[in-house]
């Protein structure tokens, strides 16, 4: 990216990784870690408490005040009372410490000699407790990549959130499954770099902790926090990204955001605007909308609610200014609307429009006594909501005077940032009572220190010579969910190692991209599907279709998918017959090409057997058929026949 060069703008980004753990059990219950379905619900409404110096954190009473009611699933083996916070947590999961210790000793972090779990305050409804346990495992530490070395700042173990479900306007449902799965975070420090190293360097961590062969992998187990920030604004933190390869895009977009807010501070005070411009109460102009129906606003007064201006001064143009795609002003201003379950707003750099009228808008300008170079912004909503975000919004527009304020955002899938709610203090963390010290000793750290996994690269190393393998295909089986399926399957039956690989990486990456749940696949379905294509029930070219059913949720499995496509192998005779009835038909385009005809004729093949041939197989016979088809007509020829 062209647009700014990171040690001009003296862009700092500090990555905080969060890897589920592999462990048989929860952190602080024996419950299992994840099951498919629910056999009870519970509702909750949560709010914030004082820490123990009696302050409460300002994201806490940020999420307190969009007055969610929350509703839980609750599964009978994946959750326990100490997933409905009716009874303590049990003991820690020593196998969760020991895996923490683990990966801490191979980024050669310094453990600590005792684990005190903290409570650490969120009520967002991820946790029904209202915080989160976590401890720090760990102090210091490296992670070398490349010719680089990224300092580590801290190791942590704690509890991962629920699992969310489906959210609308003001309720919020969570399953209990996920709620306690031992998660490791990893804070590195921030470091000034581009926004691919950024990436390269989570690939790094990513890749060492699965070395271990003790962390989950998938969609999901592992999440990255980044915090970001340049010169002039404070730390940003985007929360939430899951995808690897979306990183580089959320840095970029974020820099340039926080870039576009530091030049709308200069541009406000270029105009001689203050904080104190922007105090001016809201004010009910829904008697000014009622005879339209045509605007979005019209449908808010339907629903007996009201309609608040708020007059913004010297702002006319502000809300549209756009110095890079996505960052326009008045975006940032509807993502705090929408936190407050508002929707969003409009505002007058894009009215008229929406169905919003000249003459509305006049009427709106003459009762806030606005002139020319003023703005203004107009929310629906009930009356509670709309004093709680008229409020909040102003606070947002007074902090742009400070250029870019200290928040966390949320990812979006095309790589933007989205507000989330203020950045959290340390009002949040409080020592967990219900859980005694954990001594960690000289010991246990040398016996982990024995079982420390080779090098990323001698690992990727030994799977290109074990399975004759690509560099590129290997590390793409190694990154991937499925290298132990792999390992396993690459054993045990005489399919190439290179198309099982393919299989698992390159046309499982392909549905995804496709919009398929590819989580849904098993360690059971991929060993179904290989063992059913080695001993021929099916050929490598249905692997895609067969595949393709199982994700869309049509069948559960390899045996019904065969069934279904009616994809059962077609016998030697079968396919034999096939090919000389293509070869007939086909005669003009073979004595038209000779040779040149395999691949039209080939392809015609492939065709008609939808996936119940093998293609080295159809090749193979297609080949010695047509070459008895080529010297048959030559010897005809010679002989004088007319063919």
């Given at each position: 990216m062209?647009?700014?060069?990171?040690?001009?703008?003296?862009?700092?980004?500090?990555?905080?990784?969060?890897?589920?753990l592999?462990?048989?059990?929860?952190?602080?219950?024996?419950?299992?870690?994840?099951?498919?379905?629910?056999?009870?619900?519970?509702?909750?409404?949560?709010?914030?408490?004082?820490?123990?110096?009696?302050?409460?954190?300002?994201?806490?009473?940020?999420?307190?005040?969009?007055?969610?009611?929350?509703?839980?699933?609750?599964g009978?083996?994946?959750?326990?009372l100490?997933?409905?916070?009716?009874?303590?947590p049990?003991?820690?999961?020593?196998?969760?410490?020991?895996?923490?210790?683990?990966?801490?000793?191979?980024?050669n972090?310094?453990?600590?000699?005792?684990?005190?779990?903290?409570?650490?305050?969120?009520?967002?409804?991820s946790?029904?407790?209202?915080?989160?346990?976590?401890?720090?495992?760990?102090?210091?530490?490296?992670?070398?990549?490349?010719?680089?070395?990224v300092?580590?700042?801290?190791?942590?173990?704690?509890?991962?959130?629920?699992?969310?479900?489906?959210?609308?306007?003001?309720?919020?449902?969570?399953?209990?499954?996920?709620?306690?799965?031992p998660?490791?975070e990893i804070?590195?420090?921030?470091?000034?770099?581009?926004?691919?190293?950024?990436?390269?360097?989570a690939?790094?961590?990513?890749?060492?902790?699965?070395?271990?062969?003790?962390v989950?992998?998938?969609?999901?187990?592992?999440?990255?926090?980044?915090?970001?920030?340049?010169?002039?604004?404070?730390?940003?933190?985007?929360?939430?990204?899951?995808?690897?390869?979306?990183?580089?895009?959320v840095?970029?977009?974020?820099?340039?955001?926080?870039?576009?807010?530091?030049?709308?501070?200069?541009?406000?005070?270029?105009?001689?605007?203050?904080?104190?411009?922007?105090?001016?109460?809201?004010?009910?102009?829904?008697?000014?909308?009622?005879?339209?129906s045509?605007?979005?606003l019209n449908?808010?007064?339907?629903?007996?609610?009201?309609?608040?201006?708020?007059?913004?001064k010297?702002?006319?143009?502000?809300?549209?200014?756009?110095?890079?795609?996505?960052?326009?002003?008045?975006?940032?201003?509807?993502?705090?609307?929408?936190?407050?379950?508002?929707?969003?707003?409009?505002?007058?750099?894009?009215?008229?429009?929406?169905?919003?009228?000249?003459?509305?808008?006049?009427?709106?300008?003459?009762?806030?006594h606005?002139?020319?170079s003023?703005g203004?912004?107009?929310?629906?909503?009930?009356?509670?909501?709309?004093?709680?975000?008229?409020?909040?919004?102003?606070?947002?527009?007074?902090?742009?005077?400070?250029?870019?304020?200290?928040?966390?955002?949320?990812?979006?899938?095309d790589?933007?940032?989205?507000f989330?709610?203020?950045?959290?203090?340390?009002?949040?963390?409080?020592p967990e009572?219900?859980?005694?010290?954990?001594?960690?000793?000289?010991?246990?750290?040398?016996?982990?220190?024995?079982?420390?996994?080779?090098?990323?690269?001698?690992?990727?190393?030994?799977?290109?010579?074990?399975?004759?393998?690509?560099?590129?295909?290997?590390?793409?089986?190694?990154?991937?969910?499925?290298?132990?399926?792999?390992?396993?399957?690459?054993?045990?039956?005489?399919?190439?190692?290179s198309?099982?690989?393919?299989?698992?990486?390159?046309?499982?990456?392909?549905?995804?991209?496709?919009?398929?749940?590819?989580?849904?696949?098993?360690?059971?379905?991929?060993?179904?599907?290989?063992i059913?294509?080695?001993?021929?029930?099916?050929?490598?070219?249905?692997?895609?279709?067969?595949?393709?059913?199982?994700?869309?949720?049509?069948?559960?499995?390899?045996?019904?998918?065969v069934?279904?496509?009616?994809?059962?192998?077609?016998?030697?005779?079968?396919?034999?017959?096939?090919?000389?009835?293509?070869?007939?038909?086909?005669?003009?385009?073979?004595?038209?090409?000779?040779?040149?005809?395999?691949s039209?004729?080939?392809?015609?093949?492939?065709?008609?057997?939808?996936?119940?041939?093998?293609?080295?197989?159809?090749?193979?016979?297609?080949?010695?058929?047509?070459?008895?088809?080529?010297?048959?007509?030559?010897?005809?020829?010679?002989?004088?026949?007319?063919?």
């Amino acid at each position: 990216m062209s647009l700014f060069r990171p040690d001009e703008i003296d862009l700092k980004v500090g990555l905080e990784i969060h890897q589920q753990l592999d462990t048989p059990t929860k952190l602080f219950c024996r419950c299992k870690k994840f099951e498919d379905t629910f056999t009870n619900t519970m509702y909750r409404t949560l709010r914030p408490t004082q820490s123990e110096l009696g302050k409460i954190d300002q994201a806490a009473r940020f999420e307190f005040e969009k007055d969610l009611t929350i509703k839980y699933e609750i599964g009978n083996d994946s959750s326990c009372l100490v997933e409905t916070d009716d009874e303590p947590p049990h003991q820690i999961s020593m196998a969760a410490v020991k895996t923490s210790l683990l990966i801490a000793l191979s980024l050669n972090s310094n453990p600590v000699d005792e684990l005190q779990v903290m409570r650490k305050i969120v009520i967002d409804g991820s946790n029904t407790t209202g915080f989160q346990r976590t401890l720090i495992i760990s102090i210091g530490g490296e992670l070398k990549t490349g010719n680089r070395s990224v300092p580590v700042q801290a190791i942590f173990l704690e509890e991962d959130a629920a699992r969310l479900l489906g959210e609308s306007e003001n309720k919020k449902n969570y399953g209990l499954d996920r709620l306690g799965v031992p998660l490791i975070e990893i804070a590195l420090a921030p470091v000034t770099t581009t926004p691919k190293e950024i990436q390269n360097i989570a690939y790094a961590l990513g890749r060492l902790m699965r070395s271990t062969r003790l962390v989950s992998r998938g969609l999901g187990t592992i999440r990255q926090d980044i915090n970001i920030s340049i010169l002039g604004g404070k730390v940003v933190e985007v929360k939430g990204v899951q995808r690897l390869d979306l990183l580089e895009k959320v840095i970029i977009f974020e820099a340039l955001r926080q870039k576009s807010l530091i030049h709308l501070k200069d541009k406000l005070e270029n105009r001689g605007l203050t904080e104190k411009d922007f105090q001016d109460k809201p004010i009910d102009v829904s008697s000014l909308f009622q005879k339209n129906s045509k605007n979005i606003l019209n449908k808010t007064l339907k629903k007996d609610m009201k309609i608040y201006a708020i007059r913004l001064k010297g702002f006319s143009g502000i809300l549209s200014f756009e110095d890079f795609p996505g960052t326009r002003f008045g975006r940032e201003l509807a993502d705090v609307a929408r936190f407050y379950g508002l929707g969003g707003l409009l505002h007058s750099d894009e009215i008229p429009g929406y169905g919003v009228t000249h003459i509305e808008m006049k009427k709106v300008s003459s009762k806030l006594h606005l002139d020319k170079s003023d703005g203004f912004l107009l929310i629906s909503g009930d009356t509670r909501r709309l004093k709680k975000a008229s409020s909040a919004i102003q606070q947002r527009i007074q902090s742009a005077f400070k250029g870019v304020p200290a928040e966390t955002r949320g990812p979006t899938p095309d790589g933007k940032t989205r507000f989330i709610r203020p950045r959290p203090g340390a009002a949040r963390m409080y020592p967990e009572t219900d859980i005694p010290p954990i001594i960690i000793s000289a010991k246990l750290v040398r016996e982990l220190k024995r079982k420390i996994p080779r090098p990323w690269e001698e690992q990727i190393s030994d799977i290109i010579s074990k399975y004759s393998l690509s560099r590129k295909l290997a590390i793409q089986i190694y990154d991937s969910p499925f290298i132990e399926i792999f390992e396993e399957l690459s054993n045990i039956i005489r399919i190439p190692t290179s198309l099982i690989a393919a299989t698992l990486t390159e046309t499982v990456v392909n549905l995804s991209r496709a919009g398929l749940d590819t989580s849904v696949l098993t360690v059971d379905i991929v060993k179904s599907l290989f063992i059913a294509l080695d001993k021929g029930i099916v050929s490598k070219e249905a692997i895609p279709q067969i595949l393709e059913l199982i994700l869309k949720g049509d069948v559960k499995d390899v045996e019904s998918a065969v069934k279904k496509l009616g994809l059962s192998t077609l016998t030697d005779e079968t396919l034999l017959t096939l090919i000389k009835k293509i070869i007939n038909e086909n005669k003009v385009l073979i004595d038209e090409k000779g040779d040149a005809a395999f691949s039209n004729l080939m392809g015609r093949v492939m065709s008609d057997a939808r996936g119940r041939a093998d293609g080295q197989k159809v090749s193979n016979i297609l080949k010695s058929e047509l070459n008895k088809k080529i010297l048959l007509k030559r010897k005809k020829e010679s002989q004088g026949f007319d063919i």
